[in-house]
């Protein structure tokens, strides 16, 4: 099915519980870390009924993972591939966490994505001045980088290719800071 044509996962905003995930994705990440995870911080909000979470392994590493399968949403490890394939593509001075690994069990299976960790933390809702501005400041910092974008519309699709911006999420987030930004 072409991009534009596949609904995007739906925003349940509960994500599962990194546990949930199958032993085997779970020992295949442990793998390549070369180091058992003895402790995990779920981030249990978002938009992707998978798992994101902040492994600690033994050997003192943080690193930030997250991992979907095909249930409940048939698609949501298809936007983890293009995600994977994305951030690969970043120049390496871009702003944001680096893709470090990538697992992919093929169709109907998991994929999980492996990242550099960063401190942080969700903001407040409703979201606070001072947490709005690093945002922002950060996403400018970001289309600094990227702009020209160094990704392909074959890559990364166009604005116009999202539900969420052809249906007016851009005018109803009433974030007018944002519209500076290169899309």
């Known amino acids: 099915m072409p991009r534009d044509r596949v609904p995007p ?3 349940t905003s509960v994500r599962l519980d990194c546990r949930d995930v199958p032993l085997g994705v779970r020992a295949a990440v442990e793998d390549w870390l070369g ?30 993972a997250k991992a979907v399968g095909a249930e ?3 698609v949501a490890p ?20 680096r893709l470090l690994w990538t697992y ?11 990242f550099e960790h960063v401190e942080g933390r969700n903001p407040a809702k409703p979201w606070r001045t001072v947490e709005l501005d690093r945002v922002i400041s950060a996403l400018s910092a970001l289309s ?14 166009r604005a116009t290719d999202w539900p969420l911006v052809t249906t007016g999420w851009w005018r109803r987030t009433q974030i007018d800071q944002l519209a500076g930004l290169d899309a």
């Open 72 to 74: 409940p949403n048939v």
């Open 144 to 157: 600094a980088t990227l702009t020209p974008s160094p990704l392909t519309p074959d890559l990364v699709g």
């Open 78 to 97: 298809a936007f983890h591939r293009r995600g994977a394939q994305i951030a690969a593509a970043l120049p390496a001075d871009a702003p944001e966490p």
């Open 9 to 11: 996962p739906p925003p």
């Open 35 to 64: 180091s058992p995870v003895i402790s995990s911080d779920s981030r249990l909000s978002g938009f992707s009924p998978g798992a994101a979470a902040t492994l600690h392994t033994a050997d003192g590493r943080g690193v930030f």
């Open 104 to 114: 992919d069990e093929g169709p109907g299976g998991w994929v999980a994505l492996v």
